[in-house]
């Protein structure tokens, strides 16, 4: 994204933040908190997978971390989410860092990275569903206290922005990312490992700070969603559900982009719940895994038609010259 | 005579059964231009990858600047002032020519506008300046040879490791590329240079350094080496050194070998 990306991001920060103004349904109004927080872990999953090129299939791990710091931190340690959801960052990023350091250093790419990633997420999950102190199978109840200094609102439209505010620093965070030094190593290390060490770029470093970063703001999404429901298990927190979203939104909007996430995860969580309605209708009845069916097609869909993405699409169908991917362009 | 930049010692590497550098030792000095000629298979890649830390050698040394670089890895090496150029093309794809040469300008640079702007520097120097915008991925042969010299020379190298940036050119465009070179080395840049071009290892080396089958049979000025009988046995066959012999006494002739 060139320095322009400012402008778009501050419109679509400003859309987003006035839809709960318009319209007051209560239904849209949750779907669209859970779809900025989906689109926040994959914004997370961007940074090391669009970006980096490495493919991760367990951002789950990052996820759950975050959301179980974010729980166990309020009902076990007795400390105030404000206070909570950094701690809970940090803990998704050492993680992060901890499973980048096995991989990397064992120069695993590909395949092996993403199977590796998987590995650590599912371990997590049956830990977590296993431990006395992570709740077990019974799972882990945030208790209910309406106040905004327990981040907990009257007004769910507050906790909308709340999401909202993330979801735009994570946008500008990629933003200044693609514009700097260390963006334009992840980028190189992307197409071509060799070559960016040829010209100084110490892969392992960038790597690791890579899945920091793309850990600790996929924790950040964890944690908005611990405090949303107030309830977490080990399937919804470390589930493979989350590491699907986070990999399905940035292919189907754009990997390697600003927005790409954002619009990928609004689409797919859309056109699921659309999916979900209409097919309910038609036989009288919930479907399950209606929308599971729904990101399969999208994602052939996207593969075979749209290799860069919806934003890739737009761009062709609107004959813009190809931006240049990785973000960076002339100034 | 100018001090050494780069001493190679005994350099040897063994991929399994085979040696594919066998006991090779080499000294360029700093300003000059060497070249490393040798039959294909040789092992010259093979030696430019242990000076550049892309491979690790089974024995042996390499020596930078007095200091013993064996065991720094590759981007570190780098960082210390040896670029090297890949023989098979390594372009990032998706990035345009100008971003390709600022993930080099980088290594010195840590702000964008003074990366990106070296890197227009650079690639005008090279003559990339009309395709800066372009996508690397859509560049010609010589194009994208001259994207692998450019990124190289964007790291600010004291010693460049070319390998056959020649080759797949046709004669024009190798007329074009060698005094891109002779420009560098003007720059203080120090030059090792693989090549199969004769007429180019001719007029541009002060020195060359001959190696066959691992072992380095030869080194000295380009005519010596040139009338050497172990190289023309080892590397040139029967009646090529007439053919050398002529292209140096008339460097525009397009003769490679
Ligand atoms: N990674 C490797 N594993 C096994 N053998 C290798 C490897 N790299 C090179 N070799 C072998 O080592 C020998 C030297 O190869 P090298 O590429 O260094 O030769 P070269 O002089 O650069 O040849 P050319 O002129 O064709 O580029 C060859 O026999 C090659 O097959
Ligand atoms: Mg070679």
Redesign the pocket.
Same mark, same amino acid.
């Given at each position: 994204m060139t320095g322009s990306a400012r402008l778009p991001i501050l419109i679509a920060v400003i859309v987003l933040a006035l839809l709960p103004l318009g319209a007051t349904s209560n239904t849209l109004l949750n779907f669209m908190t859970f779809a900025l927080i989906v689109a926040l872990a994959a914004q997370g999953w961007n940074l090391l997978g669009g970006y980096g090129g490495q493919f991760s299939f367990g951002h789950a791990a990052f996820f759950g971390t975050g959301a179980y710091a974010m729980g166990l931190l309020q009902v076990r340690f007795g400390l105030n989410p404000w206070a909570a959801m950094p701690v809970a960052m940090l803990l998704g990023a050492a993680v992060g860092w901890a499973i980048g350091f096995l991989a990397f250093r064992a120069r695993l790419r590909g395949a092996y990275f993403a199977l590796v990633t998987l590995a650590f997420a599912e371990v997590f999950r049956i830990l977590a569903n296993a431990w006395a102190f992570t709740g077990a199978a019974a799972g882990l109840l945030v208790p209910l206290k309406l106040q905004a200094a327990n981040m907990q609102f009257e007004d769910k439209r507050l906790f909308y922005w709340l999401v909202l505010a993330f979801v735009a620093g994570a946008l500008v965070l990629t933003a200044e990312l693609a514009r700097s030094r260390f963006g334009a190593r992840l980028v190189a290390l992307r197409e071509n490992e060799d070559a960016a060490r040829a010209l100084g770029v110490d892969t392992l470093r960038v790597k690791l700070a890579a899945i920091t970063l793309s850990a600790g703001v996929t924790a950040a999404a964890g944690g908005l969603y611990a405090q949303k429901s107030l309830y977490l298990d080990a399937a919804i927190a470390y589930g493979p559900w989350i590491s699907v979203d986070a990999l399905l939104a940035p292919i189907v909007g754009g990997l390697g982009t600003v927005f790409g996430p954002l619009i990928g995860a609004l689409a797919l969580l859309g056109l699921g719940e659309l999916s979900k309605m209409a097919l309910g209708n038609l036989f009288g009845g919930a479907v399950p895994g209606i929308d599971l069916i729904v990101f399969g097609i999208l994602l052939i869909l996207a593969v075979a038609f749209a290799p860069r993405g919806l934003l890739g699409l737009f761009d062709r169908l609107i004959r813009r010259p190809r931006p240049a991917e990785g973000g960076e362009a002339t100034p | 005579m100018t001090a050494p930049l780069l001493v190679v010692e005994d350099l040897t590497?063994r991929?399994?059964g085979?040696t #594919? +550098?066998d006991r090779a030792a080499l000294t360029v000095r700093a300003g000059t231009i060497a070249g490393l000629i040798?039959?294909? $298979? #040789? $092992?010259? =890649? =093979?030696?430019? #990858?242990m000076i550049s830390g892309f *491979?690790t050698p089974t024995s042996g040394a390499v020596r930078f600047e007095g200091r013993d670089v064996t065991a720094l890895p590759a981007h570190q090496r780098t960082a210390a002032g040896i670029a090297r150029t890949f023989?098979i093309v390594q372009p990032f794809a998706g990035l345009s020519v100008r971003e390709n040469i600022a993930v080099g300008a980088y290594l010195r640079r840590a702000g964008r506008t003074e990366a990106l702007a070296h890197a227009d520097a650079v690639g005008r120097a090279v003559g990339l300046g009309p395709q800066l915008d372009r996508p690397a991925g859509e560049m010609t042969v010589a194009g994208r040879k001259r994207l692998e010299l450019a990124r190289a020379l964007a790291t600010d190298p004291k010693l460049l490791l070319l390998? *056959?940036v020649l080759a797949g050119l046709n004669p024009s465009e190798i007329r074009d590329m060698i005094p891109v070179i002779r420009r560098i080395r003007e720059g203080g840049v120090t030059i090792l240079i +693989?090549e199969?071009v004769m007429q180019a290892v001719m007029s541009l080396c002060d020195e060359v350094h001959v190696?066959a089958q $691992?072992r380095m049979i030869a080194s000295g000025p380009p005519l010596a080496v040139a009338r050497d009988p172990a190289v023309m046995e080892a590397y040139l066959g029967h009646g090529a050194a007439a053919r050398i012999a002529a292209s140096a006494r008339n460097p525009g002739a397009p003769d490679h070998a």
């Open positions: - | 590497k991929f399994g085979l #594919a +550098v040798g039959p294909n $298979g #040789a $092992g010259k =890649t =093979t030696l430019f #990858a *491979e023989q390998d *056959e +693989v199969h190696l $691992g």
